[in-house]
Structure formats: structure tokens, C-alpha cells
């Protein structure tokens, strides 16, 4: 068990621009979360996945924002036409459905954007 | 609708006095609660939970809460505070497993150890 992982740590962008995020689970955990977190805050819920499939999305992932999670294992969080406004840090986190460790999200390390 | 307030931004304490972190909740459904800690340029990582067992819950670092149903509160304690302890930490509410298990976050207290 190697724990979550992010890829990147950091992107600096130009506004305009598109930007992909990756996220590897905990091998054997079945669901997937993104979040987001701005500067002085606790994260905002982005999007959650169970196996392959995106069973929700916050309002605040605009049409600009797509998540996917194609094989049930990593995840990809895509913005296209990034804005100052996207600057954050984009967290990932894994969990089993069931079980004792139910409802325990682990987290990974975190992609921080930063849009000029 | 479930939410979570972290009646203090900051806290500051000296280094082996006591801390106390307080968190109230609110919830529609039986929630499990957390606590997690997020080192400068580090991930978050959980230190307690609670989810309808005992309701004084013992965590990591010598860390432990408890869940007061009829405070809707789940205060953070430490007996005796350690450098290592500054950081920022999070008091988090859950549906639980039932649902998608989302998190909802509260904004925070920062809590500073002094010499």
C-alpha cells in the first residue's frame, strides 16, 4: 500500500489554457474523490466516483471541469480554459465502500494550480 | 443539509499545555465525524473518527475527541501540547456509508505551538 499519489505537485498555467490532473487510489479502494481547497479554507467536495462510475458533482464543477475514472482504478480531473479563479490546490482521496474502514478517506498530496 | 462549524480560526497555546480544538455540527442523519491535520506542504492525514461506537474516540499523536449529541459538538483535546503539533486541522462530517460519503469541511483552526 503506497497510499494515494498526485501527478503533478504543481502547474503554473497561463489563463486559457487546459490542464490535466492524475490520481492513483489505494489499489484495492472502490471509491474516488476530488476536492478542491483555496487559500484559508477547508476542501470543497468536487466529484466522487464508485468503480468507474461519476455517481455525483458538486455545482461547483462547472462545464469547464471533467472527471473521469475509465478503468475504475486512476482518475483524471481535466479544466479547459483555465482562469484566475481555478487557482488551487486539487485534492484526490480514495475509500472502501463497507467494511470497518468505511467512510475513512485517505488523501494524496495535492496538484496545486496556479493560473497567471 | 450537514455542515460544520470550527468556532476558532486560531489557537495558540504553549508548548506542553493543553489544547482544545471546538468543532459543532449539524446533521440531518447519525454522522460520523473527523478530524484531520494538514502539515504545511503536506497531505491531510486523519487523526480520529468517530462513527457511533464509543463516543469518546482516541486518536494519533496522543489526540483524542468527543461526540456530544446533545452539544451537536466534537471538540478536539491534547493533553499536553508538542512543536510538532502546529499545524492546521479540519473537523469533518460525513453522511457515512449508506451515502456517496462526501466530506464537508470546516474552515479550519490553525493551531500555533510557542516555545
Known amino acids: 500500500d503506497t497510499g494515494v499519489s498526485q501527478d503533478p505537485r504543481h502547474k503554473i498555467t497561463k489563463r486559457g489554457q487546459n490542464v490535466t490532473f492524475r490520481c492513483d487510489p489505494i489499489s484495492e479502494h472502490n471509491r474516488l474523490y476530488w476536492y478542491r481547497q483555496t487559500l484559508g479554507q477547508g476542501p470543497e467536495f468536487l466529484t466522487y466516483?464508485?468503480?468507474?462510475?461519476?455517481?455525483?458533482k458538486s455545482r461547483l464543477l462547472s462545464d469547464r471541469f471533467s472527471a473521469e475514472r475509465p478503468k475504475g482504478s486512476f482518475s483524471t480531473l481535466e479544466i479547459q480554459r483555465t482562469e484566475q479563479g481555478d487557482s488551487a490546490m486539487y485534492l484526490c482521496?480514495?475509500?472502501?465502500?463497507?467494511?470497518?474502514?468505511?467512510?475513512?478517506?485517505?488523501f494524496g498530496p495535492g496538484t496545486r494550480l496556479t493560473v497567471l | 443539509a450537514q455542515s460544520v462549524t470550527q468556532l476558532d480560526s486560531h489557537v495558540s497555546v504553549s508548548e506542553g499545555t493543553p489544547v482544545l480544538l471546538r468543532c459543532n455540527y449539524s446533521s440531518s442523519y447519525s454522522p460520523s465525524l473527523f478530524w484531520y491535520v494538514q502539515h504545511p506542504n503536506k497531505g491531510l492525514q486523519l487523526l480520529l473518527k468517530?462513527?457511533?461506537?464509543?463516543?469518546l474516540v482516541k486518536g494519533i499523536n496522543g489526540f483524542e475527541a468527543e461526540f456530544k449529541k446533545s452539544e451537536t459538538s466534537f471538540h478536539l483535546t491534547k493533553p499536553s501540547a508538542h512543536m510538532s503539533d502546529a499545524a492546521e486541522y479540519f473537523c469533518?462530517?460525513?453522511?457515512?456509508?449508506?451515502?456517496?460519503?462526501?466530506?464537508?469541511f470546516g474552515q479550519g483552526t490553525t493551531l500555533q505551538v510557542k516555545p
Open positions: 482521496a480514495s475509500s472502501l465502500a463497507g467494511g470497518l474502514d468505511a467512510d475513512t478517506q485517505y
Open positions: 469533518v462530517v460525513s453522511h457515512g456509508s449508506s451515502n456517496t460519503g462526501k466530506l464537508i
Open positions: 466516483f464508485q468503480n468507474e462510475a461519476q455517481l455525483e
Open positions: 468517530y462513527t457511533s461506537a464509543a463516543t
